[in-house]
């Protein structure tokens, strides 16, 4: 079982280095951490008096890391979770923030459970996430991957700026789709027609 610093590092390979694209809401953003996650910690890298691009740049690995055990794994008590799960959720936490535990909470309800779909892992949460998990051991973690994976795409049919991030120009799967897809058992990725069919009402 991988630890959770070892989880954060991969995270951060995945996320890459410096971005600054108009069309992602998260703004400026170094190895996944963003420019909004800074001002919210207060984290005036370079000391000049205010939290600023300028700051983004000079995020680390081993900051971006130590950021989302913190702040996205610890903090949100993903901990308390179902391990199988717990990577996955802990990846979709830096991504799309509390949505991840919300896409979790109506997997959750969708299994037979009654959860408040709220964002945040409380008791009630975390006790209805062990009993999905002990009924299907093998599926749950596979469920929340294909969820999060009909998310992206639910973002791409409402908002035709975020269809870049699931679908490449050559018609291929997107990063968000394969980032997805990375928590899931390979039987159930989509094979690159049933992605085509997927996102074919966006040409």
């Not at 079982?1 to 971005?19: D, T, Y």
């Not at 094979?191 to 009402?201: F, I, L, W, Y």
């Amino acid at each position: 079982m991988q630890s959770v610093r070892q989880i954060a590092e991969e995270i951060v390979a995945r996320e890459g280095g410096f971005v600054n694209d108009p069309d992602d809401p998260g703004g400026a953003t170094k190895h996944g951490v963003t420019i909004h996650t800074l001002r919210r910690l207060g984290l005036d890298l370079d000391r000049d008096g205010d939290v600023d691009v300028a700051d983004v740049k000079r995020i680390d690995r081993k900051l971006a890391e130590d950021i989302f055990v913190r702040h996205y794994f610890e903090g949100p008590r993903l901990s308390r979770l179902p391990k199988c799960v717990q990577p996955s959720v802990f990846d979709m936490y830096v991504n799309a923030g509390a949505n991840a535990v919300k896409i979790l909470q109506k997997l959750i309800c969708d299994m037979g459970q009654s959860v408040t779909v709220d964002g945040i892992v409380g008791p009630q949460t975390i006790a209805a996430a062990q009993i999905c998990a002990a009924a299907a051991p093998r599926h749950f973690a596979d469920a929340y991957g294909i969820a999060r994976r009909n998310y992206y795409y639910g973002l791409g049919d409402a908002r035709s700026t975020m269809r870049k991030y699931c679908l490449r120009r050559d018609g291929g799967k997107g990063g968000w789709i394969t980032r997805a897809e990375a928590f899931v058992t390979p039987r159930y990725h989509l094979t690159p027609a049933e992605h085509r069919k997927r996102v074919s009402a966006w040409a």
